[in-house]
Nanobody, 119 residues
Framework: QVQLVESGGGLVQAGGSLRLSCTAS????????MAWFRQAPGKAREFVAR????????YYADSVKGRFTISRDNAKNTVYLQMNSLEPDDTAVYYC????????????WGRGTQVTVSS
């Protein structure tokens, strides 16, 4: 499986910003997307955003539209999640994933990075 390593998590005040990064290595895919999910303790993992690696098309959960932006750097095999106007409800472990283009099949997960938003 492809190896995914996240970075950029931390503690931030409500209204602040963080930028998460995820770098992929090891395996390649002919057609895929990269995505961000998040999971709070005791709750189900939920979709946040994904980006089609070939054409850059982005998709977002309604809860983060207008606040988060997903982007990619093809040369670095890296996907970013710029998170602005953070809220306490955004507190979770954020996971990077490689998916099929439609996002319904997960090929590989990163180990996650903690984001904590204080009120």
């Amino acid at each position: 499986q492809v190896q995914l390593v996240e970075s950029g998590g931390g503690l931030v005040q409500a209204g602040g910003s963080l930028r998460l990064s995820c770098t992929a290595s090891g395996r390649t895919f002919s057609s895929y997307a990269m995505a961000w999910f998040r999971q709070a303790p005791g709750k189900a993992r939920e979709f946040v955003a994904r980006i089609n690696w070939s054409n850059g098309s982005g998709y977002y959960a309604d809860s983060v539209k207008g606040r988060f932006t997903i982007s990619r750097d093809n040369a670095k095999n890296t996907v970013y999640l710029q998170m602005n106007s953070l809220e306490p409800d955004d507190t979770a472990v954020y996971y990077c994933a490689v998916t099929n283009p439609s996002g319904n099949l997960i090929y590989s997960w990163g180990r996650g990075t903690q984001v904590t938003v204080s009120s």
